[in-house]
Every structure is written in structure tokens, then in C-alpha cells.
């Protein structure tokens, strides 16, 4: 899938106050803002961190509703809506057979560490960092075919599962893999019961990059990266088949699309192919 970006301008207010936002308004998209520094910016009921240069960011949810309402409030006090269309997508449904009952029917004991797991990832992605990296370029954190798309349905054993909200990359285990964009390791665990060795980098405002089924963390909470920096290696890991990266981002609590932020695929065709990669 190929990333691109939409460029509006509103006009808004008698004081002739300027809205711009730059990225793609569809399921699954993340959107940079800018309004005049000392705004007040809302999406429907949220309120949305502003820096003090008037930029922010936003995204929308795979089943994003086709209309949002963006509020705007000027230094002045006096506030303007703007009705933002989502564009729908479609998503594809995948079977996969051959899942380990033993992950598909968790004992107790697994449940009590699947909700360990689960409280430390929403601590890890409840941050909200003053940083900006999100407002950079990101990159493809590994180069290889890719075996999976944000939005897909799996159907495993028979069974529909939750949405994948990540795309994966195939790759042998042990591969480097580097940092998606700048940003601050807010979570680096060797092994979950779902995504196995896992990696959260907060690129600021609520954005983050999740690094799933690693084989090796490289990292620790607390560490700053920049691109280039290998922060791990590639695994199967967790609930995994074969070895790859599932790379996931959210803003806040909403699952964007990877794939909307970085150029198609390195020496590989932009479009997913059939793989092992969950």
C-alpha cells in the first residue's frame, strides 16, 4: 500500500485564523495538524496535546465512523468546527490453520499473565511525551516481504479473531531491526504471552511504535533512539508461526495504519504477499 498525504487548508474565524492538516483522512490514518500557536484543539470529544508552535496530531481507528468534528479554539476564546470525511476502506479476510491449542484456549495461569501483560502495555502507551518525532519521516524498521496487512481479518483454526492492526515483515530470526523514527523506549519485555519479545518506542503526543515476536530486545525503557539504531532482532516469538516483525503503531488509544507513514517497500512490491507471518 502506498503512502501519501493530503494537504488542506481552512480558512477559519472572522480572524482569519489558518487550519492546516497533512496526511491521509481515512480508516486507519495519522494526521498532522497546525493551527495558530495558543489554540485549543479538540477531535470530537478528545482533547488533543498542542505544541507551543500550534502543531498536533490525530488518527483514526480501522473502523473509524466516516465523519469526525474537529474544534478549534483561538487565543481569542472564539471557536470553529470543521466536519472531517473519513474515507472507508476495505480489509481482507486470512485463514490460518495450525495455531497451537495451547494458545488458543490459555489456562488460568496464562490468562493471569495475559492481563500482566496487558496492564503494561497500556502503561507503556498511556504516556503523553512533549517529544516531536512524530512530526519527522518514518522508516521501514526491517526490509522483507510483507506477509501481513493493518485491517486484515484472521480466521485461526477456523475461528475469526480480533482485526490485525500491524503490518509484518518476514525475515529470518536474528535479523536487525531499527527504529521506525526517533523517539524513547517506553517498554522493552523479552516475552509476552501474545507478541512474545516486545518493544514500545513513544515518538511524542501520544504516537507510538509497537515491535512484535522479537527474538532479541536490545534496549532498555528509558533509552533514546534515533534512526538507524538497531534496537532488536527478529523472532517468532509469542503467537507466531514463523519468524518475522509485527509492527504496530497507535496514537493514544487509536491503531494507525505503518503502512500511511513510510514509501513502499524497499526491493520488495508494495502490495502483501502470501507468507508464514502472523
Known sequence: MKAFNILMLFILCASVQALE????LQQGGMVIGKVSPGSQVRLDDEILMVSEEGTFVLGFDRDAAVTSTLTVTSPDGKATEQVLQIQPREYRIQRVNG??????????EDLKRIRKDSAEVRGARAKRLGRMDFAGEFQWPLVGPITGVYGSQRVYNGKP??????????????TPLTTPAPGV???AHPDMFYSGGTLIIDHGHGVSST?????????????EVTPGDIVAEVGASGRATGPHLDWRMNWRNTRIDPQLLVPPMPSHKAEAAKGDGL
Open 21 to 24: 492538516l497533512n496526511g491521509p
Open 99 to 108: 495455531i497451537a491449542q495451547s494458545i488458543m484456549n490459555p489456562t488460568q
Open 161 to 174: 479473531s480480533r482485526p490485525h492492526y500491524g503490518v509484518d515483515v518476514a525475515a529470518p530470526t536474528g
Open 185 to 187: 523506549v517506553t517498554l
Open 211 to 223: 515491535l512484535m515476536h522479537l527474538s532479541k530486545v536490545l534496549v532498555k525503557v528509558g533509552d
